[in-house]
DNA sequence: GATATTAGGTTAAACGTTTACGTAAATGTA
DNA sequence: TACATTTACGTAAACGTTTAACCTAATATC
């Protein structure tokens, strides 16, 4: 391997210069850049960034660490990330860590021991061992889709609440009074209770009764799970005329159940889902869904994770912005508004 | 930041001994090794593996580049990838290249800056600068999904086109006869042409004529690209009962596409799909597709990855089996077998 | 003409490890 | 007892950079 040491002998100059050039600091003549290019050039020189590292104590590299959620939000997560990080020259090491704490913790050592600048931990509940060891590591982080009361470390979300909120709201606008709902685990405060307690609020606030027997509890918002839930939920409460499912994978489910039931969608029953990836395109019909800016949030967790890094110190939350996008699975009888 | 010194310093002794006794390797007693690991766990100590790498050569990371595939795809691939990274003890960077070549050269330099290991390199067409570059810098590389004729570089597969034969033989062992293609990219020499070759094989074994009216090139394997080739060649050819879309995206938009002109699937047409991603379930009807075993294709390239930087240097080609997976998108009218 | 400044370098230390080599004490062997 | 071997260390070099400190010659300043 090729060394700053011999583009050095090659230029017949020293290490000292070789190195100023190649950084394009001051401190030599034009003549003898164009020596030290050319010599680097010839030898097919590239600089050693671990070297480089171990001096300077910056690698350019920062660490994601993902639970097992599904597949198109930690493609969108990761897509946004990539987007500013390539912009910013820093690269990214990916950990799934299937939400094992003993994977979650090597993940994080082994990110701590290879010295990356920072770390952006997604949608994962965080525990007090996570916490104690990020704030003992003390670099930069930043919490993309999940947040911790105990800590101060920024984070970037939607308000789950708000958002579940407004999705039952829309139901509601729409003159469903029977709403059900296909919801998380009541254990997961992040992705969990929120969106329960959104629901709920918004039936509260148009004066209908939360009904237990509406909620269902799945466990992993995926589509097996949806699809249980919503065989279960309608056959129990042929009242129902429209579910709100928290993902999009679990209102996938409950579409393909409804299907199998014999159930026309939306025209007996309206599917409402969460999170708007690719899928809820895919969906027959297409799922009306309440849309987390999944993209921008990775991008958005960077940024600030950059910022962090590069010595701001002064820590931000962000909430971005969720909405509802309508498409063809819930019954549209609006009449107040256009 | 904890160094070995500070180690060596409470532990009263030296560096060097401390080193011993962290890497588990003999020549100290028991006494001072108790000591070293108290002082050690006193001052939270934690390797520095920058500095280690510094003098081993080896970086224990991967890197892994994905142009803009399906999201699908890419987290199967990951996922099997992290399956046996995570046991061998190794990161991964990975970078989307977006099929750009100075993001892709970028992040090869980049890789290379940063001395990984080895690297996989997914599912794009290998250009000659490309192959140039992964020469030059002479690390481990494996090929997943791609391969290129120009070189030795092992790679991990399926047969695209025998795959795409035993899809099209499936329909035709159905009774189909008119069977549409909606292809991928004719100037792709991966998923591209394979596929297509396929096609008109199987078509030409059974005694079908191979009608180019019947295939439609798409670019990106994508969802839209599936529904608007689906239109288009329903709408020119209505006496085609069957398709075969090469990605589950671009069956998934015919059959979307399909729903939105009243054609029953799979009543008045079959629709199969290829990858057997997630996607395939969802879709309604669940997509019959042609199987290729993504997630182990990843962990398959990293093994052969790993025994490649261990130093075996026998170059192996992995070609996996594909198969069908039967849902509802065919009509099965198979008389000749079970 | 004397002094200060600048341009254009060089030398060497430093980053935090691993490891080859040296050595003194302990242990084994004849 | 004498010698050989092994054990248990310590010292220092090395990995490939960056950068502080230093140096020299040329130029600018008065």
Known sequence: MITIREVAERA??????????????????????????????ELGYESNAIARSMIIKKTNTIGVVFPNISSMITYEFLNGIEDVTYKNDFSVIVSYTYSQPERMMKALRTLYEKRVDGIIFTSDEVTDDYLNYLEKIDIPVVFLSTKS?????PYVKVNDFAAAFDAVDYLIK?????????AGNPDDTIAGIPRIEGYKAALKKAGLPVREEFIRYGYD?????????????INENP???AVFAVSDEMASGAITAAHQMGIDIPGQISIMGYDNTMISEVAYPALTTLAQPLRKMGSEAVKLLIKMIKGDQFKEEVVLDHSVIERQS??????SES
């Open 12 to 41: 017949q100059t020293s290490i000292a210069t070789v190195s100023r050039v190649l950084n394009n600091l001051d401190g030599y003549s034009e003549q003898t850049k164009v020596k030290v290019l050319k010599a680097a050039e």
């Open 149 to 153: 009361e105990k800590s101060t470390i």
């Open 174 to 182: 729409n003159e469903h009074t029977n709403i059900g709902l296909i």
């Open 221 to 233: 918002f995926s589509f097996n799970d949806g699809k249980s839930r919503f065989e279960d939920l």
């Open 239 to 241: 009242d129902i005329t």
């Open 330 to 335: 819930v019954k549209k009888r609006n009449k």
